[in-house]
């Protein structure tokens, strides 16, 4: 079945920007959605078509893509931010559509 | 306001059947799909399934196949996740989540609202 891959870990000081990229043979064709799921919390959409905002979200959080690589962007982290952030896509390789998360990246901000 | 609010906590014994319950308020429920996510302790998300809950058609991953399945009542505007045979790598917080459709060569999901989540357990 498809995969999409993330880093495992991200780490950055308050006010840097993080980048979270998430690689998949067929993100070129489909665009990918992006989730913050802080601990014991379910999770929030933060980026959709590649690099729409939510309304509710902050201007600081963006979404690019580039080929098989799709990349969340925060720039100016804050200390609330520290989260796990997990990609999404379409899963197509069956016979009806699917979904396929990432991995998942665990964001630090030290 | 978009509300998924899900039944509470269960546990299970190995070889037993779960039903989560998910109850929407704030939109017209048969208007999106519902679609079940789950999450093992210390992992990743992992998609389930979806159902229609105007027609209740659904559609499950491959791995859950047999074993899920999905309803809806449309007149309490809630949908259900069973999920049978049970096993202990089962145990996990499972989520609703409304689903965004977006058709352009292939058809798209993602999730705009979710439920607080249900863990279950299987332990004998």
């Known amino acids: 079945s498809y995969e999409l891959t993330q880093p495992p870990s991200v780490s950055v000081s308050p006010g840097q920007t993080a980048r979270i990229t998430c690689s998949g043979d067929?993100?070129?064709?489909?665009?990918a959605y992006w989730y913050q799921q802080k601990p014991g919390q379910a999770p929030v959409l933060v980026i959709y078509k590649d690099s729409e905002r939510p309304s509710g979200i902050p201007e600081r959080f963006s979404g690019s893509s580039s080929g098989t690589t799709v990349t969340l962007t925060i720039s100016g982290v804050q200390a609330e931010d520290e989260a796990d952030y997990y990609c999404?896509?379409?899963?197509?390789?069956?016979?009806?559509?699917?979904?396929?998360f990432g991995g998942g990246t665990k964001l630090t901000v030290l | 306001q978009v509300q998924l609010v899900q039944s509470g906590a269960e546990v299970k014994k190995p070889g037993a059947s779960v039903k989560v319950s998910c109850k929407a308020s704030?939109?017209?429920?048969?208007?999106?799909?519902m679609h079940w996510v789950r999450q093992a302790p210390g992992q990743g998300l992992e998609w389930m399934g979806r159902i229609n809950p105007n027609s209740g058609g659904t559609n499950y991953a491959q791995k859950f196949q047999g074993r899920v399945t999905m309803t809806r009542d449309t007149s309490i505007s809630t949908a259900y996740m069973e999920l049978s045979r049970l096993r202990s790598d089962d145990t996990a917080v499972y989520y609703c989540?409304?689903?965004?459709?977006?058709?352009?060569?292939?058809?798209?999901?993602?999730?705009?609202?979710w439920g607080q989540g249900t863990l279950v357990t299987v332990s004998s």
């Open positions: 067929a993100l070129p064709k489909q665009y």
């Open positions: 989540a409304r689903g965004i459709t977006m058709v352009q060569g292939v058809i798209e999901y993602y999730f705009d609202y």
């Open positions: 704030g939109y017209t429920f048969t208007g999106y799909y």
């Open positions: 999404q896509s379409a899963d197509s390789s069956g016979t009806y559509p699917g979904v396929v």
